[in-house]
Structure formats: structure tokens, C-alpha cells
């Protein structure tokens, strides 16, 4: 087996949503060609890679989540020389581009989908999914993530197919070796493009057995991955990262096994839903549980410690914004992003920044004509039929609603936001004339120059990547505080969580220490921690 490549434990990943980043010729849209006007911005930022939504051609019923060519782009977005024009200017800026490869499903307009609903004997009816039955009668009870049954009957066929998300995303059968092939196929065919690596979308729901009403890890779930990765990633040198909203710290051992066998890291979500009401729905709103959120992180770092790798996010296109959900969007805005940007950017593990989060980009209040996300709008019907009040889902929506963080980047204080000079797909945010790039690219305490001051930190000093975790003050209700040790140098990162003043004991002894970085114009004296100060200090 071929030696991964370990350049991605020093790397900072940054995730586009290409609809929302930046649009070159005024349809509302963001495209590629957009994102390669916008190199020299993240080149500025110092990420090394691109995650990039999908930009592969699709009917957009899930936004891109639905392709309908593996090999060809959504002219939305472009074309294949666009794309590959962005590897190779990319590489120019020394930036690697991360495909999203969704391989749990296809969109119902994909050619193999058309060919499998033509007849059971047709070659492709396998590639899915299928149950006999009447109509009416469903196999059984499993529900689609977006909303209703996951089955959907064929009148022709007297067949259903079962989608696990929306009608539009019919599940493919992983255990067809054909299908298998042809997805091996095709990443091999973007390996030779020179991408730099995959995020593999809702992975853990391939191995699915509908009729054990098993969807996510399945019983082969990790046969399954094992061969796609030596079939695919090990013949080069990539980041790949699984995302695993079902994974737990022994099943992420597996997955980013060091022996390069499945991936290099999973985005594991236990730190994301702590705020929602426990075996309800990400709308069932819970308050946000601080002692919890140190628990899960530390449980983490330490029990992936030289037998995994971390992935470590706050926000991305499916979440909300993390300073309007853990940080204070109001007066305290800068302050607190750049405070949750210290303590997730002190850990072991790869850094991923979603667009705009490095702006201490917020979530929109809108009212519900302004969203656009199947998700929100099927869940919005749903529980008003149910007889929910509109009050109440809208406040489930402001505060989980994936739009939140769908709304255009905010480039400057021009009509959108610099975003597009057409009428954008989705409404801007109205406080982009306070919150954009171009007021804080090269402004010294702008939460943009915090997060490029952070990235050099790592970049400079081995103990980010190889130190080893110990929290501190565990039971303490206000302040997050840990340390990382490698042996040469131990590296303290403490954080005030919240909107009051704090005394925090522990400054006593390391106020004499190297002060790295914190997000106050000045660290004040004595051991007080104002409202979401955060500080790093070195000890060599
Ligand atoms: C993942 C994606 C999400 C998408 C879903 C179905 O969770 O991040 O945006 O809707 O998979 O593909
Ligand atoms: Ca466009």
C-alpha cells in the first residue's frame, strides 16, 4: 500500500458553496470563473485547499446534491475548462481544490436513473434501490432526511425506489460491484485532473438495508469504504474526508485510520447537535449546553490522539452561523468570532473555515417567501400542517435553517454586496454594509486579519499539529481553557465563552509567557477575562 501523504495535518481547508460566493456575469449566481477572480483573497487568507460544493451538472433540486453527470459541469457554474482552469490557477496560488463527491445517491435525471426505470431486466435497474409492492402500501416507515417517505412508487414498474433524501435523490445500490466500478471510474478520472482531494458526502448512508430499516453504518459500511479508497485515494497523494453525521471516536479510528486505509479525516457532527431537544429533530430547539460542548471536544482530541485525525469545523453550508449560535452577533460580533475561531483553531486536526466565516459572517432573519433550501421549505409545510405556529417555526428556522449560511459572501458595501450585479438567487444579508472583505483585508483587528494570524500560528509552531490535548477547568461555567504539549513546547489557549467578565486564576502563572495571539486591542492586566476574550500563550 502507498504511503499517504500527511501534508493535509498542516493544511487549512476553506469550503466554497459556489451558488453563494461570487458571480462573474450578473445571472445571480456564483460560478467558477468567480471563485478564480477570488485566488488572491484566499491566497491572502493562507488556506492551502478549496473544499468546493458540487458544481457537477444538476437539476439543483438539492442544490448541486443531485448530479445528474459525475463528469460534466452545471452550466450554471460553467464548463469543464472553467473547472479546469481553476485547478491549475489554484495551484498557482499554491491552493489544492477538494471535490464533493455525493455518492449515496444520484438525481433522478441521471442517465443510469432514466435507463434503471425503463424495466427490471433494464442493465441498470440494479444501480438502485428497489422494492415490489402496491401502491399506497410502503415497504415500511422509513422516512426521507428531507421530509416524507423514503420510498417512491413507480407506477410502471409496480416498483419503489428508495430515496433516503428527496424524491429527486434516488440511493444507489453499493452493493452492485457495477456500480461500485463506475464510481471508481470517475474519481479516477477527476484524479487525473490534478484535484487535490474528495469530501465524500452523507458516506456513512451508502451501506444501507432498507428492509433491517438500517440506513446509516450499515454492516458493510467500511468493506465498502476500504475498497473505495484503494481502488481511488491511494493511488494518490489527497485529502479525503468522510462525512459521518452517524460516527462516534472508535468508528472515527477506523475511518481516518493513520494506515491510510479509508480516509484522512470524517467530519463528525457531536459537537454540532448538542443544541437540539435529545431524539427530536434539528428544529426541536434546546439551549446551548457549554460543560457538554468542552466534554465532547475534549472526549475527541484525546481519543483520536496517534490513532486518528480530527476534522475541525464550526460552520458549513448545512449549519448555522457559529457567531450567531455559540458567539454574540450583536455587540460583541468580532469579539466572540474571533474568540470561537482561537479555540477551534488551537486543536489537533485540520482547520475548516466556511465562506464567510472569516468576516464574522452572521445568520439572516428573514421571513419565509426570502428562503430558498428544500429543507427549510418541505419542514415549514410539514409542521404547519401539523398545526405548529408560524412563530415557532420561524424561530426554529433563524436559528438552524440552512440558508443561514447560503446567503452571497459579503465582498463590500456595493449593491449585494459585491456578490453579483444581477438579482441574487437568495436575498443578501442586510448588514453587509457592515460586515465585508473589503473592510477588513489588511484592517489590523478585523476579524479576517485574526483568522490569517491564526493560520500562520499553525503553520509556524509543530505543537498545533502534533501536541496533545489536556482540558482545563473542566467544571468551570464560563471559560474554555486547555493546553497542548508536544515536548518542546506547551501551548495554552483560554476562552471566555460568554458575554461577562471572569476572573481566570490560571493567567497568573502563564501571564509571563509568550502572548501568540488574542482579540483584544491589548491584553489587559491582571487575571480578568473580558467578554469573549480569548488569548494563546507559548511556553518553550
Ligand atoms: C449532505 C450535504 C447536504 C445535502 C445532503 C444530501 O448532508 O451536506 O447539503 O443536502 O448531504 O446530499
Ligand atoms: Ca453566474
Known amino acids: 500500500m502507498k504511503q499517504p501523504g500527511k501534508w493535509w495535518k498542516n493544511a487549512v481547508v476553506y469550503q466554497i458553496y459556489p451558488r453563494s460566493f461570487q458571480d462573474s456575469n450578473g445571472d445571480g449566481i456564483g460560478d467558477i470563473r468567480g471563485i478564480i477572480n477570488r485566488l488572491d483573497y484566499l491566497e491572502k487568507l493562507g488556506i492551502d485547499a478549496i473544499w468546493l460544493s458540487p458544481v457537477y ?64 431486466d433494464n442493465p441498470f435497474h440494479d444501480y438502485y434501490v428497489w422494492r415490489d409492492g402496491e401502491e399506497g402500501e410502503l415497504p415500511n416507515g422509513l422516512r426521507s432526511g428531507f421530509g416524507g417517505p423514503a420510498w417512491e412508487w413507480v407506477p410502471e414498474l409496480g416498483q419503489y425506489y428508495f430515496h433516503q433524501f428527496s424524491v429527486k435523490q434516488p440511493d444507489l445500490n453499493w452493493e452492485n460491484p457495477k456500480v461500485r466500478r463506475a464510481i471508481y471510474d470517475m474519481i479516477l478520472w477527476w484524479m487525473d485532473k490534478g484535484v487535490g482531494g474528495f469530501r465524500l458526502d452523507v458516506i456513512d448512508q451508502i451501506a444501507k438495508e432498507p428492509d433491517q430499516g438500517i440506513t446509516g453504518n450499515g454492516p458493510k459500511l467500511h468493506e465498502f469504504i476500504r475498497e473505495l479508497s484503494r481502488e481511488t485515494f491511494q493511488k494518490g497523494d489527497l485529502i479525503t474526508v468522510g462525512e459521518a453525521w452517524g460516527a462516534d471516536v472508535e468508528r472515527s479510528k477506523l475511518y481516518s485510520n493513520p494506515d491510510g486505509s479509508e480516509f484522512s479525516m470524517v467530519f463528525q457532527f457531536e459537537h454540532i447537535g448538542l443544541d437540539q431537544q435529545e431524539g427530536k429533530e434539528k428544529w426541536d430547539l434546546a439551549p446551548l449546553p457549554f460543560l457538554k460542548l468542552k ?33 454574540n452577533d450583536g455587540t460583541y460580533r468580532a469579539e466572540s468570532a474571533k474568540m470561537l475561531a482561537t479555540l477551534l483553531h488551537g486543536l489537533q486536526g485540520t482547520p475548516y473555515i466556511y465562506q464567510g466565516e472569516e468576516l464574522g459572517m452572521t445568520n439572516a432573519r428573514y421571513d419565509i417567501g426570502d428562503y430558498r433550501d428544500i429543507e427549510t421549505l418541505n419542514m415549514y409545510r410539514e409542521r404547519i400542517s401539523m398545526g405548529y405556529s408560524k412563530k415557532d417555526i420561524m424561530e426554529s428556522i433563524h436559528a438552524k435553517g440552512r440558508d443561514n449560511a447560503r446567503t452571497p459572501m459579503q465582498w463590500d458595501d456595493s449593491p449585494n454586496a459585491g456578490f453579483t450585479e444581477g438579482t441574487p438567487w437568495i436575498k443578501v444579508n442586510p448588514n453587509y454594509s457592515v460586515i465585508n472583505a473589503a473592510s477588513q483585508v489588511d484592517v489590523p483587528g478585523s476579524v479576517f486579519e485574526y483568522y490569517r494570524a491564526l493560520i500562520r500560528l499553525r503553520k509556524e509552531y509543530p505543537v498545533f499539529a502534533d501536541g496533545c490535548f489536556q482540558l482545563l477547568m473542566r467544571e468551570d461555567g464560563d471559560i474554555f481553557a486547555y493546553v497542548r504539549e508536544n515536548g518542546e513546547s506547551r501551548l495554552l489557549v483560554v476562552c471566555n465563552f460568554f458575554g461577562r467578565s471572569v476572573d481566570c486564576p490560571l493567567l497568573k502563572e502563564w501571564k509571563a509567557k509568550e502572548l501568540l495571539i488574542h482579540n483584544y486591542d491589548e491584553a489587559g492586566p491582571g487575571t480578568m477575562l473580558r467578554p469573549y476574550e480569548a488569548r494563546m500563550y507559548l511556553h518553550r
Open 57 to 120: 451538472r444538476s437539476p439543483q433540486d438539492d442544490n448541486g446534491y443531485d448530479i445528474s453527470d459525475y463528469q460534466d459541469i452545471d452550466p450554471m457554474f460553467g464548463n469543464l475548462e472553467d473547472m479546469e482552469k481553476l485547478i491549475r490557477k489554484a495551484g498557482e496560488h499554491h491552493i489544492r481544490i477538494v471535490m464533493d463527491l455525493v455518492l449515496n445517491h444520484t438525481s433522478d435525471e441521471h442517465p443510469w436513473f432514466q435507463e434503471a426505470r425503463k424495466g427490471k
Open 295 to 327: 466534554e465532547v471536544i475534549d472526549r475527541w482530541q484525546r481519543g483520536l490522539y496517534g490513532c486518528g485525525w480530527n476534522s475541525l469545523f464550526w460552520d458549513n453550508h448545512d449549519l448555522p452561523r457559529i457567531v450567531s449560535r455559540w458567539g
